[in-house]
C-alpha cells in the first residue's frame, strides 16, 4: 500500500461506504447519540470548529452540526465518502455548518495554523502506517489552538465466542502490521492501546485521560445485528488485503467466512466490542503536565 492509499479496503467502494454508514449508527448506539460523551461540559461550551480526520461518508460530522451547533468539516481520501457526505450536507439543511474536503491524512493537511478546538480520529490504525505517526501527530498539535482537544478512538475489536470470528481478527492484525501499521509491537495485538498516550505525551499534550466503552453484541442483543451486517461486509471487503499480505489462501479464506457467519447466527453466539477514547488538550502555555487518567 503507498502513503496515498494506506486504507486496507478500497476507499471508493460503494460496498464500504454503506458499511460505514451502518457502522456510525451502530457506535452512535453504543454512545446512545452522544458525539463526545468523554468532554466535560464546560470544555464543549468553548468548542467552536471541530476536524474529523477520515471522516468517511460524514456521519460524525454531521451530528457534530445539528446536535451540537458546532462548525465541523470532514476530510477522507475517498472522493465518493466526500460527495456523499456533502450530499447529506445539503439535505439537512447543514452546508454552512458541516463541510467536507478531500484531503489525504498521510500528508501534510491543507489548514492553516491553529484553527480547530477539537480534532477527532477514529482508527488511526487503518489509514495511517507508523512510520508516519510523528508527522501527523505534530499536524494535528499545528491546527489546534492553544487549549484545543484531541479525541482518538481505538479498538482492539472485542472478544466474542466464534474461533472464525477471532481467526479473522487475527488476520487483520497480522496483516495490518506485515503492511506497517499499528504500535510495531510484538504479541496478538496492533498495540495502540498502548502507544497512544506515549505518542500524545511525546507531542506534548496535557491532561491526558482514557474512557471505554464496551457493546455486547451477543444474540439476541440489540447490538446483534448491526455487528453481523458490519463484520459480514468488512471481512468480506478485507479479504483482497489478507490475500495480498500472504495471510490466507482463497480457499481458506472462503470457509472461515462462512463458518463465522453461521457462528454468528447461532443462538448461543456471545460477543463483546470495546471502543476505547484518549482526550488529550494542547497547553495553553509550552509546559505540559503529561498524566494519565482512567474514566
Known amino acids: 500500500m503507498t502513503d496515498s492509499n494506506s486504507y486496507f479496503i478500497d476507499v471508493e467502494s460503494s460496498a464500504e461506504l454503506s458499511r460505514l454508514i451502518g457502522q456510525h449508527r451502530l457506535f452512535s448506539q453504543m454512545y446512545q447519540g452522544a458525539v463526545w460523551p468523554e468532554l466535560p461540559p464546560e470544555v464543549v461550551t468553548r468548542l467552536e470548529d471541530v476536524l474529523d480526520v477520515s471522516c468517511g461518508p460524514g456521519g460524525w460530522v454531521l451530528d457534530v452540526a445539528r446536535q451540537e451547533h458546532k462548525r465541523a468539516v470532514g476530510i477522507d481520501l475517498s472522493e465518493s465518502m466526500i460527495e456523499y457526505a456533502q450530499v447529506q450536507a445539503r439535505e439537512m439543511g447543514l452546508e454552512n455548518s458541516a463541510q467536507f474536503r478531500v484531503m489525504d491524512a498521510t500528508q501534510p493537511l491543507q489548514f492553516p495554523d491553529a484553527i480547530f478546538d477539537l480534532v477527532n480520529i477514529r482508527f488511526l490504525v487503518g489509514f495511517l502506517p507508523r512510520r508516519l505517526h510523528d508527522r501527523f501527530f505534530s499536524e494535528v498539535v499545528r491546527l489546534l489552538r492553544p487549549g484545543g482537544v484531541l479525541r482518538i478512538t481505538e479498538s482492539e475489536l472485542g472478544y466474542t465466542s466464534s474461533p472464525a470470528l477471532e481467526r479473522f481478527a487475527q488476520l487483520l492484525i497480522q496483516s495490518l502490521k506485515a503492511a506497517g501499521h499499528g504500535a510495531g509491537v510484538p504479541g496478538p495485538h496492533m498495540g495502540m492501546l498502548l502507544l497512544l498516550p506515549h505518542l500524545l505525551c ?7 485521560a482514557r474512557s471505554e466503552i464496551l457493546g455486547e ?64 488538550y494542547k497547553p495553553e502555555q509550552n509546559e505540559a503536565n503529561h498524566t494519565v487518567s482512567s474514566t
Open 202 to 208: 511525546e507531542h506534548g499534550f496535557e491532561q491526558i
Open 217 to 280: 453484541y451477543s444474540a439476541g442483543s440489540p447490538l446483534h445485528a448491526g455487528f453481523y451486517e458490519d463484520w459480514k461486509a468488512a471481512y468480506k471487503l478485507s479479504q483482497p488485503f489478507f490475500l495480498e499480505q500472504g495471510s490466507i489462501t482463497q480457499a481458506e479464506v472462503d470457509e472461515l467466512y462462512e463458518q463465522m457467519l453461521s457462528d454468528m447466527r447461532n443462538q448461543d453466539f456471545l460477543g463483546f466490542y470495546d471502543l476505547v477514547t484518549y482526550i488529550g
